[in-house]
């Protein structure tokens, strides 16, 4: 596959923007708003795609496994930020 750069650059422009996503969801889980499992399912599936398209992109790279790494973190720590509840 050519332009393998140009395609992980964009994963990491959408890892981006769902570590966006998953603050606002917990600035609002954080000041004790309500907030839905849609908007979080939501979120989370945004998230979790976006890191399995990312690992199937950086798959042909000779960093696969440090990239498969990353980005299992990547989804560990997004996870983390959507479903945890508000801290006492």
């Avoid at 398209?53 to 790494?69: L, M, P, R």
Wanted: net charge positive.
């Amino acid at each position: 596959m050519e332009n393998t750069e140009i395609l992980y650059l964009c994963m990491v422009l959408f890892t981006c923007y769902g570590f966006n996503l998953a603050q606002g969801l917990r600035a609002a889980i954080n000041r004790g708003d309500k907030v839905r499992i849609t908007p979080k399912i939501l979120c989370f599936t945004y998230c979790v795609s976006v890191s399995l398209i990312a690992i199937k992109i950086g798959s042909n790279s000779s960093f696969s496994v440090f990239f498969t790494y990353l980005h299992i973190l990547i989804i560990l720590f997004q996870s983390a930020m959507i479903w945890y509840s508000k801290p006492e």
